[in-house]
């Protein structure tokens, strides 16, 4: 069975950093991209950071670059999300998703999602 499970979320104030992790389990990260999306409260789901298969692909959305990292561990089927100097803007439920096609992350359409894990920032 597939399953994705977010964890890391938390309240942070702005310019702080936090590190969201997604375990997956039921398939493995060399068979599944892996993507990181988010959905602020009356805002349409978006992109955040995805990886390919290989790994040797990663993409992020123009308002996280330099400021976020995708990265994976295969031994512990997980991947990170690392988030510094945050902003309010930030502020979302960050979901991870996989889908066995890199190319589904721009259209959103990912075969397994998690369940999400809250992100706010705020002084």
């Known amino acids: 069975q597939v399953q994705l499970v977010e964890s890391g979320g938390d309240l942070v104030q702005p310019g702080g950093s936090l590190r969201l992790s997604c375990v997956v389990s039921g398939f493995t990260l060399d068979n599944y991209a892996i993507g990181w999306f988010r959905q602020a409260p009356g805002k349409e789901r978006e992109g955040v950071s995805a990886i390919s298969t290989s790994g040797r692909i990663i993409n992020y959305a123009d308002s996280v670059k330099g400021r976020f990292t995708i990265s994976r561990d295969m031994a512990k089927n997980t991947v990170y999300l690392q988030m510094n100097n945050l902003k309010a803007e930030d502020t979302a439920i960050y979901y991870c998703?996989?889908?066995?096609?890199?190319?589904?992350?721009?259209?959103?359409?990912?075969?397994?999602w998690g369940k999400g894990t809250q992100v706010t920032v705020s002084s």
């Open positions: 998703a996989a889908s066995k096609f890199y190319s589904d992350y721009a259209t959103g359409g990912m075969e397994h």
